[in-house]
């Protein structure tokens, strides 16, 4: 009798600690992937701030004179199927700029059915150098609602000439 609870209590913790490691696999298995989520949307919006800075014309403010006087090419620029309700580009309101710089900042949203991507762009033009240096910052997001508490957040960083 003793040695049959002895076996089976030995059993039970091996039976538990595989279950806890399972469990635990899984958990990091999904956070990895929720992680590369948020690394595509990032993606996404460099790569629409890229697209729109070389084919479109005036898109993102250089100066604060060029936030006045510019007329952008084309006035309402996609990143994603133009067709698409949740599609939300809003590049026109949201410039800061002084002499010499400006920062524009757009929000991305990528359907995925009933859980959207978001991405966060922000656009910095400064001419200060003579040259135009170029910076985008792009966060990407595995949902856009901000009081998920499995929020995952990634970023990108771009800088041209």
Known sequence: MLFAVLVSSVLLAVGLSIFNLTVKELSLSASGRESQFAFFAADSGAECALYWDIKG???FATSSA???NRTPTPTNPDCID???AAQTVDIYNNVTASAQSATT???LTI???ATPYCATVIVTKDSSSG???TTIDSRGYNTCDVNNTNRVERALKITYY
């Open 111 to 113: 359907p995925n059915g």
């Open 66 to 68: 060029s936030v006045t």
């Open 105 to 107: 900042q757009f929000n």
């Open 57 to 59: 014309s005036q898109v």
């Open 131 to 133: 040259l135009t240096k």
């Open 82 to 84: 133009t067709q698409s």
